[in-house]
């Protein structure tokens, strides 16, 4: 399975945020997503989930040689600040989410085998969620879309804010369930792409670029991207 982004531009008054892009991910890849603050890859996440349309150009998925066109249903999207419905309790969430989603879900297992995915521990799953913490809330938003097994999932800057523990375990999460799907992980931090993804995509001047780490070590690999994101403000300031 390949997800194929054709000639997608988008622009906000006068501002090209995204300009004619072309690229294929690839299933059973994670995709750090690198650029500047306002480099436009909310911007870019937001097309793809088409909470903003574009202005040009389209997204599909290529599925054993058939075309598909891109909808909710292929997409999973965690936020960086998750939304979660806070007057249920975590398993009331999770119950409610499962009921409604349960002609989709392949093997749906006994709720407390799906909060041991992600370490929540038991004296909080019959809490109200209004009372977890950020990191918490970030599980449950992450749990819903590994259990949905979305063919893309878009993960806008999640583990910025989480502690060491909450992020390192959110990183093994989406290690192991890689496999069968297309993941994009939008950051700005360089070291956590590098840690965790399988490749480097840089967003800069409006368009995706690959950057190729062969024949570099981890030195000159950070400073290729650091010269390419200095370029692009650069550009910005003339």
């Known amino acids: 399975m390949e997800f194929c982004i054709e000639h997608v531009a988008k622009s906000f008054e006068k501002k090209r945020v995204l300009k004619d892009i072309d690229f294929v991910f690839e299933e059973g890849r994670i995709y750090g ?3 500047r603050n306002g480099a436009g890859k909310t911007t870019l996440f937001n097309c ?13 998925l290529l599925k054993d040689g058939s075309k598909i066109q891109v909808t909710p249903e292929n997409i999973g999207y965690v936020l960086s600040t998750p939304t979660v419905p806070e007057f249920l309790t975590g398993r009331e969430f999770l119950r409610f989410f499962i009921d409604i989603n349960e002609s989709y879900i392949s093997n749906i297992r006994p709720l407390d085998e799906y909060f041991d995915i992600v370490s929540l521990a038991k004296e909080d799953r019959d809490r109200l969620m209004k009372d977890y913490s950020h990191g918490m809330k970030n599980k449950m938003q992450m749990l819903i ?3 949905a097994e979305p063919d893309i999932l ?7 804010s989480l502690d060491v523990v909450v992020a390192e375990e959110m990183k093994q999460l989406l290690r ?7 993941t994009i992980f939008s950051t700005h931090i360089m070291d956590l792409a590098l840690d965790l993804c399988d490749v480097i995509v840089l967003l800069s001047n409006g368009e995706l670029e690959i950057v190729d780490k062969e024949n570099m070590d981890e030195k000159e ?13 650069a550009a910005d300031e003339r």
């Open 145 to 147: 879309n590994m259990i």
């Open 154 to 160: 878009l993960l806008d800057e999640p583990l910025t």
């Open 33 to 35: 997503l690198l650029g």
């Open 221 to 233: 690999f950070k400073s290729k991207i650091i010269t390419a994101l200095k370029e692009e403000g």
């Open 176 to 182: 192991s369930h890689k496999d069968g799907r297309i």
């Open 48 to 60: 793809i989930n088409s909470d903003i349309s574009v202005d040009g150009g389209e997204f599909y």
